[in-house]
């Protein structure tokens, strides 16, 4: 007699441990081996592009902190830069290099955060408290910048909110050759685990070209070795002054984009150490710009590198103080789109292994 | 120490045999009780923190109070359970975890039940506690719950077969089920890790995966079941599945230590001033801290390798083991 099975559906999430904040993942799940996985999102939607039509540029600032929170000085930068653009303002080069230092700071941050917690929901403990002792610093760094340690809503139109404080510059040079050899102890302690390379070896596999049709980007597109970098390819800011690579993978599973990501932070190092280098000491940190911004009547779109992939703002403007329309392009939002087709047929245990290669921040998901 | 096991049965042995039992239950929770606390002061100073240090000095009253708060809970039954089954599964899975205790020889003069079949108690005993966490699973009603119990009979069933055939070379040199008698032959011979390293090795994963630690710890994995098999216990029927737990590890690191290091044994004959129960101790915390330390480095196998590792390494290599150790006994 055949024995009688059945499927079942299972409700992983809003609180579930691995999901990283209110993500719902419905499975259709027989034994373990996953059968359909449907994602389901918009728990932490605040509307964000809504709110922003009835605030002033500078008062939207602060509500891209909470986008991304986890790397809000990148987020910080794409709005304002997209203002800028449609005003045509030309920023200061001071303004310009603490925008860039702040930024890659924050990106090896939240770089951090995705480490300590991929590696955690495969299991390891340990991993997680490294990464975030090592966050602290780049943290207080950046509170002493902007006096925030999270949302730290400092850029402004026209350059930042506040110039560095007194030896700031040094704490960050002091900062780098720490990180470098923590670096080198987090590489030690996982990368050449055969139990972490047995978990993440071969899972999650797609092609350059799958990845380009899903529209991904960051990470999730570089580790199916696609050269493809903002920051390299359109350069924003002042990028094309420094000197640094775009590390790939060659399979594109989530090993190549755990690789991606570490060789990303050694390469953020690079550029923070020539930019602390080249960082001028004296100047303006502020653009003249009028008290009441008011973008000219027209239509922008710009975009920019964050951690997570390729944030755009679409900025549409009637000549006020508020934009008509604003529409985020949001890395995490379109980067999990895969999630679905790459946990057909893997087992329960895969999804956190895949979910957190593709390091989504809730927030930017929902908006 | 007593004979009273074998004698004919009275009233007052009953008496003595429930206060001796309750006296063996009062150090094992002690054991626990700090075991936990080691375990956190361990994994905390290898994750650059402090670990419990505020409840008492050093923060050694921390478990008390947790145990304390668990007492205290309500005993909450979720409607929709099979409510026999959910009560007594936690009795099911603790029990056995007791009475395996028994077996084990702490010292010369230590010891409370001396059974000539000990190993074979220990390892058949020791396989009625999965009966329980299956039943927890069950009862609880609840996909996690099930998806943890299935996991952890599919785990428990495979690494006792390489486990208690890592036995069986100990057995073959001391030619004896008596946990005494192979620490026995131990002193007069040289500790069976020397002789028996792959059976020892073989010992020290599967018993970690019976014990359902890291890297393991699939039954409860928490970042893909939530909490596996107790997702639904709270309050002091979770602290029952939590004290199987660490009651395993009391008894799983004195059978190694018994098997494999010497039990009592002093390591050099100078040091045999020191009492056996000394030397016993440190080899088992030695053990122990291993446990604690594994538990901090690595992350949790996926369910197919962990079976594979099963099934295609440890028991050829520990079938490996018991044919070389017979080779090796019937040439010399």
Do not use: C
Not at chain 2, 198 to 225: C, K, M, Q, S, Y
């Amino acid at each position: 007699m055949a024995l009688r099975t059945e499927e079942m559906l299972l409700n992983v999430g809003p609180q579930h441990p691995s999901t990283h904040g209110v993500f719902r993942l419905v499975v259709k799940v027989d034994g373990e081996t996953i059968k359909e996985a449907i994602p389901v999102v918009g728990y932490l939607h605040r509307g964000t592009e809504k709110l922003a039509e009835d605030l002033t540029y500078t008062q939207i600032i602060p509500y891209t902190d909470r986008l991304d929170y986890l790397s809000s000085m990148l987020n910080n930068y794409a709005l304002v830069q997209a203002v800028e653009t449609l005003m045509g303002i030309q920023v200061p080069e001071r303004a310009e290099f603490l925008r860039v230092i702040a930024m890659e700071l924050n990106r090896i941050a939240s770089h951090l955060v995705w480490w300590g917690t991929a590696i955690l929901d495969l299991g390891a403990t340990s991993p997680f408290i490294y990464a975030f002792r090592d966050r602290e610093m780049i943290v207080n760094l950046l509170n002493e910048l902007s006096g925030a340690r999270l949302t730290f809503n400092y850029m402004r139109v026209g350059g930042v909110k506040w110039d560095a404080p007194k030896g700031w510059i040094n704490k960050v040079s002091e900062f780098l050759p720490h990180m470098r050899k923590s670096l080198k102890e987090y590489h030690k302690l996982v990368t050449g685990n055969e139990i972490f390379l047995g978990r993440v070896k071969n899972i999650g596999v797609y092609d350059g070209e799958t990845a380009k049709n899903y529209s991904l980007s960051g990470p999730t597109l570089r580790g199916s070795n696609v050269k493809y970098d903002i920051r390299k390819n359109q350069p924003y800011s002042i990028y094309e002054r420094f000197d640094f690579d775009i590390p790939t993978g060659e399979d594109g599973d989530v090993y190549d984009r755990y690789m991606v990501r570490m060789k990303e932070m050694e390469q953020s190092i690079r550029i923070l150490e020539q930019a602390v280098e080249q960082f001028p000491d004296q100047g303006e940190i502020m653009a003249k710009v009028p008290k009441i911004i008011k973008a000219p009547e027209g239509e922008v779109y710009t975009r920019m590198e964050t951690s997570k992939g390729e944030l755009g703002v679409h900025l549409v403007s009637k000549g006020k103080d508020k934009p008509y329309r604003l529409h985020l392009r949001r890395p995490s939002f379109i980067n999990l789109q895969i999630l679905p087709e790459l946990l057909l047929g893997r087992s329960m245990a895969d999804i956190p292994a895949i979910l957190g290669a593709i390091d989504i921040v809730l927030g930017e998901v929902d908006a | 120490m007593f004979n009273i096991l074998s004698e004919p049965f009275s009233w007052i042995n009953l008496l003595v045999i429930i206060l001796v039992a309750a006296a063996v239950l009062g150090i094992v929770l002690v054991f626990v009780m700090y075991a936990i606390y080691f375990e956190r002061k361990v994994i905390g100073w290898m994750q650059v923190r402090n670990g419990p240090n505020r409840v008492g000095p050093w923060g050694l009253m921390q478990t008390m109070a947790d145990v304390f708060k668990l007492l205290i809970k309500e005993d909450i039954v979720p409607a929709k359970v099979d409510k026999f089954l959910f009560l007594i599964a936690p009795i099911i899975a603790y029990t056995p975890a007791f009475a395996i205790i028994a077996v084990i020889p702490y010292s010369q003069k230590i010891y409370f039940a001396d059974v000539n079949v000990g190993l074979l108690y220990y390892g058949a005993l020791s396989s009625i506690t999965i009966t329980g966490i299956l039943l927890g699973g069950w009862a609880s009603n609840n996909k996690y719950a099930i998806m943890g119990g299935m996991r952890s009979v599919a785990q428990m069933v495979s690494y006792e077969v390489p486990l208690i055939m890592s036995f069986l070379g100990v057995v073959l040199l001391t030619g004896s089920l008596n946990l005494r008698e192979i620490v026995q032959a131990q002193q007069e011979g040289m500790w069976f890790i020397v002789p028996q390293f792959l059976g020892f090795v073989i010992f020290l994963i599967a018993g970690n995966a019976e014990l359902n630690r890291t890297p393991f710890d699939l039954p409860e994995a928490e970042n893909e079941l939530v909490a596996g098999y107790f997702v639904e216990y709270s309050g002091f029927r979770f602290a029952f599945f939590m004290l199987t737990e660490y009651v395993y590890i009391f008894a799983m690191a004195s059978l190694m230590t018994v098997m494999f290091l010497g039990g009592w044994d002093a390591p050099f004959e100078f040091l045999e001033f020191i009492p056996g129960i000394v030397w016993f101790f440190l080899k088992f915390l030695l053990l122990v801290f291993y446990l604690f330390w594994v538990r901090a480095t690595f992350p949790r196998v996926r369910t197919d390798q962990l079976m594979g590792f099963a099934w295609k390494v440890l028991i050829p290599l520990a079938l490996l083991n018991v044919m070389l150790t017979a080779l090796f006994k019937t040439l010399f």
